[in-house]
């Protein structure tokens, strides 16, 4: 009997968590600056805290010139990662990331002007 009740449960707490394709969801589809656990929840793709204490908010990503880091396997970000078509030039070795100073700057790799 208990089973049945948790499966109907469960299905019901997915159906709802998901939503409709194209309406924003109460756990992926989250609009910026609503509160995420993973980027694969935000729509821009990148879930972003400012410090280990601060709750993660969604982002947009990171345009030309900013700030930003290289993608991660963790899904949360002290910078976001930079827009499509553009590359972070940013120090990756096992130091910056364990000191949390492996950030960078967006530039267009097309651009020949700006190419690293």
Do not use: H
Request: aromatic content about 6%.
């Amino acid at each position: 009997m208990m089973l049945p009740l948790r499966l109907l449960l469960a299905t019901l707490l997915i159906a709802l968590a998901l939503g409709a394709p194209s309406e924003r969801g109460l756990i992926f589809n989250l609009d910026t600056g609503e509160l995420c656990l993973q980027s694969a929840q935000c729509k821009s793709g990148c879930c972003q805290r400012d410090s280990g204490l601060s709750l993660a908010r969604c982002s947009p990503k990171a345009a030309e010139t900013q700030d930003c880091s290289l993608k991660s396997p963790y899904g949360v970000y002290y910078k976001c990662p930079c827009e499509n078509g553009l590359s972070c030039d940013a120090d990756w070795s096992i130091v910056g990331s364990i000191t949390n100073t492996d950030y960078g700057v967006c530039y267009d790799k097309r651009d020949p002007t700006t190419s690293r």
